[in-house]
RNA sequence: CGGAGCGUAGCGCAGCCUGGUAGCGCACCUGCUUCGGGAGCAGGGGGUCGGAGGUUCGAAUCCUCUCGCUCCGACCA
C-alpha cells in the first residue's frame, strides 16, 4: 500500500480523552474514532489488525475442530426468558423495541441462541461432541466505558459452545479450549497467563480466564513469576489425545495464578517468597464449563445409546477479539509509539523513501515494494512528499515491526537499510538481501 | 449510578470572572528556501462559540433548560 493513497490519519498531539497508553497510541496512529461513548469506528489500520486477530482466532478454532457459524447481533427476548436471563441481566442489556412493540435485544452474549439453533437441529448423542463458534459484534451498555477499545459498549468477541454428552467430554472441551486459547494468544506475540476465576453472570462451576499482565490492567493478580515462562512453543497438542490435552492444561495451571477475585492468601503464602507476585492483568478471554444450566432450561436434549433423553453437557468460552488489539499495545510500546508483534502487525514491513521525487530513489523504492510483493508481503510504502523526520515519526507511531529506509547515500553503496522497530537497530544490506530478510522473519508467521 | 469537570476551526487550547468586531499553536492551501529524526519565512482559507429559551441597545461571556463527552468511585469482557 502507498501511504499517499491510503487513509491514515495520524496525529501529532494526543487526544485529551485518552488516559492510558493503547488508547492514545490507537487514536493517533489513525486506528479508530470514536462514535459515540464506548462505540468505534475502526480505520483502515486498525481494521487490518482487528482482520489478523479474527484470522488467527479462527485458524485455532478450526485447528482445535471446533465449527464457525454467525450468529445475529439482535435477539428475541423471548429466547432470553425460556433462561431466565432476560430479568436477571440488569441493564448492561440493551433493550430494543422493532415497529411491532415486539422486545427484542442487542446480544450481550449468545448462550440462549446457540442452545436454540442446537435443539433445533441435534437430537442425538451421535451428532456429539459438537463445539461451534463465531465471531461476532457484542453490546453490553456499561455504566462508564473508558480505555478506548478495552472496556467499549460494543466490542468484537469470538464466543464458543460446546455440546457433550458426558461431564467427561464437556471437560475435555474445557481443556481443549484452554489449549486452543494459549496457542492463540502466543501467536499474537502475548503471554495470556490461564487463572482461575469467578463465573459472574454466565453461571457456572468451573472458569479460568486469560490475563496480560500490564500496569493498566483492571484487575489485581497474584501468581508464581514461574508461569510466566511457560510456553507451548512449537509443540504439537493432538487435541483429541485427552490425556495430552489435560496434560498441558495441569502444566499451565498447576502454579499459582488467581485473580483478586478468587485469590487465597493462605494458598499463595505456600509460593516461595522469591517467585511471588502481586501485578496488574488485563483480562482476554473467558473459559467456562457450565454443565446443563441452559440445556435444562431450554430443553436442549439427546438421545442417550441408552435410549434416554438426556440434557446436553455444555461450556462457553470467548475471546475478547477487539480489546487484544488493547492489550497488545499494553504490552508492547514505547515512547514513540506501537511496536506490533509480527503475527499481528498491520502491515509486515514499511518503506521510507527519503527523497520522493529523486529517480534513482523512487525506483529502489518500487523495484523493493514489488520485490517484497513478490514473495507475499506487502509494505507499507511511505511515497508522500515529506521530510525524513516526520517519515520516521509516522513508522515509530504506527508500529510496523520492520522498516526499510531507502535514501540516496546508502544508493550510491548499493545498500539500504534494515530496522527493527523493537530494538531500534540497522543493518545495512543490498535490496535483494532486505527482502530475504523480511520474508525469512514472516516464514513461520 | 454517586461525585467532579468539559463542549470555542480537523486536533490541542486561550477568551467567559468584569457583556462591546472570535483569537493562538499544530494541521490544511500557495510561493520561495530547506531536505537522514515531526523544517524556516511570507501569504491564505476555514467558526451559526454543542442546542433551545431568556435578560440586554448588544451574549462565546450572565440566567434557565437540554444534549453530548471526559475524569474519580462502585460495577464489568
Known amino acids: 500500500m502507498r501511504l499517499s493513497r491510503y487513509f491514515l490519519p495520524v496525529l501529532k498531539e494526543d487526544p485529551k480523552e485518552a488516559q492510558i497508553v493503547s488508547h492514545r497510541y490507537m487514536l493517533r496512529a489513525g486506528m479508530i474514532k470514536q462514535q459515540s461513548a ?3 469506528s475502526w480505520l483502515p489500520l486498525g481494521l487490518r489488525v482487528l482482520n489478523r ?33 432476560y430479568d436477571a441481566y440488569g441493564p448492561e442489556m440493551l433493550r430494543i423495541k422493532d415497529r411491532h412493540d415486539r422486545e427484542m435485544l442487542y446480544g450481550p452474549t449468545n448462550e440462549e441462541m446457540i442452545t436454540d439453533m442446537f435443539r433445533a437441529h441435534v437430537s442425538s448423542y451421535k451428532s456429539l461432541p459438537l463445539t461451534l463458534y463465531q465471531i461476532q459484534w457484542k453490546f453490553r451498555d456499561e455504566m462508564r466505558p473508558r480505555f478506548g477499545v478495552m472496556r467499549g459498549r460494543e466490542f468484537l468477541m469470538k464466543d464458543g459452545y460446546n455440546f457433550d454428552l458426558t461431564k467427561e467430554d464437556a471437560l475435555h472441551a474445557y481443556n481443549r479450549h484452554m489449549v486452543s486459547y494459549l496457542r492463540t494468544y502466543e501467536r499474537m506475540g502475548l503471554t495470556a497467563i490461564p487463572m482461575r476465576a469467578d463465573s459472574g453472570p454466565i453461571g457456572g462451576e468451573d472458569t479460568h480466564e486469560f490475563l496480560v499482565l500490564a500496569q493498566t490492567g483492571e484487575s489485581e493478580v497474584f501468581y ?38 478468587t485469590h487465597d492468601e493462605g494458598i499463595f503464602a505456600e509460593v516461595p ?5 502481586v501485578a496488574r492483568g488485563i483480562e ?7 454443565g446443563t444450566k441452559y440445556s435444562e432450561a431450554m430443553g436442549a436434549t439427546v438421545v442417550s445409546p441408552e435410549g434416554k433423553q438426556i440434557p446436553v453437557e455444555m461450556g462457553s468460552h470467548g475471546i475478547g477479539v477487539s480489546r487484544l488489539i488493547g492489550a497488545i499495545i499494553e504490552a508492547s510500546h514505547d515512547d514513540k509509539g506501537i511496536i506490533w508483534p509480527e503475527g499481528v502487525t498491520p502491515f509486515p514491513v514499511g518503506i521510507v523513501n527519503l527523497k520522493q521525487g529523486d529517480a534513482a530513489t523512487d525506483a529502489a523504492c518500487d ?35 520492520w522498516r526499510i529506509t531507502v535514501g540516496p547515500r546508502g544508493l550510491a553503496n548499493g545498500v539500504v537499510e534494515v ?24 516464514e513461520n508467521i
Not at 523493493?368 to 517519515?391: F, S, T
Request: hydrophobic share 40%.
Open 38 to 40: 464506548g462505540i468505534y
Open 53 to 85: 486477530i479474527q484470522q488467527i482466532v479462527n485458524e485455532e478454532q478450526i485447528r482445535a475442530g471446533h465449527v464457525p457459524v454467525l450468529m445475529p447481533t439482535l435477539q428475541s427476548a423471548d429466547l432470553w426468558r425460556e433462561s431466565g436471563r
Open 224 to 261: 508464581d513469576a514461574r508461569v510466566t515462562e511457560l510456553k507451548l512453543g512449537d509443540r504439537s497438542v493432538d487435541y483429541d489425545n485427552r490425556e495430552e490435552v489435560k496434560a498441558v492444561c495441569d502444566e499451565f495451571t498447576t502454579l499459582y495464578a488467581r485473580t483478586d477475585e
Open 273 to 277: 517468597e522469591e517467585h511471588r507476585r
Open 284 to 290: 482476554v478471554g473467558q473459559i467456562f464449563y457450565f
Open 367 to 401: 523495484a523493493l515494494y514489488k520485490g517484497l510483493a513478490a514473495k507475499g508481503l506487502e509494505a507499507l510504502y511511505d511515497d508522500r512528499d515529506e521530510r525524513a523526520g516526520a517519515k520516521f515519526a509516522t513508522m515509530d507511531l504506527i508500529g510496523l515491526p
Open 419 to 442: 530496522t527493527s522497530r523493537r530494538t531500534g537497530l540497522s543493518e545495512e544490506m543490498s535490496a535483494e538481501a532486505a527482502i530475504a530478510k523480511i520474508a525469512a522473519i514472516y
